[in-house]
């Protein structure tokens, strides 16, 4: 009953927050993942599979310029990654971080958060998360002048999308 209405409605939010992520919204996508992740928090949940929308909005953080906030948030949820040791959270976590290194202008960092997101998406599958970690790396591989493997990352990425049918990522 009132149970799987509270699920629903997190799944929602959850799923309109990532649509607007994908619409290159952040601040709309931080007014529906913000509150998620704050009642996430407040119930005391410390499994991070029930939580995966967290890195999404940490990436809207980091996108609005909330850097100190998008860092806080990530350091929990690093903490919980690890501590289960569930590898696709851990990818994901990488693939954040790699995202608030190259905002705070640290390229070299941010590829090799990156490098070690993708290295951990080869392990699990989950092809969404993998190409965004390579749509990623190949746009900060292109600002670090880093042209032919940026190519490679980005045509990775684009094929990702394309069979997945992420019409918005492409």
């Known amino acids: 009953g009132s149970l799987h209405a509270v699920q629903a409605e997190r799944v929602a939010a959850w799923a309109v927050g990532l649509l607007e992520l994908s619409l290159g919204r ?32 940490v990436e809207a953080l980091i996108a609005i310029g909330s850097l100190d906030e998008a860092e806080a948030l990530l350091d929990w949820f690093v903490g919980l990654a690890a501590e289960s040791g569930r590898i696709g959270c851990l990818a994901t976590c990488d ?68 069979a997945l049918g992420a019409r918005l990522w492409l």
């Open 26 to 57: 952040p601040s709309q996508a931080h007014e529906q993942l913000g509150p998620l992740v704050a009642s996430r928090r407040a119930a005391g949940i410390h499994e991070p599979g029930d939580m995966r929308f967290v890195t999404d909005d």
């Open 95 to 162: 693939r954040s971080r790699g995202l608030l290194l190259a905002a705070g202008g640290d390229s070299g960092a941010a590829i090799e958060a990156l490098e070690t997101s993708e290295k951990r998406y080869a392990t699990v599958s989950e092809p969404f998360g993998l190409g965004r970690t390579l749509l990623a790396l190949g746009l900060i591989r292109r600002r670090a002048l880093r042209r032919r493997d940026a190519r490679r990352a980005l045509e990775a990425a684009s094929a990702t999308f394309e």
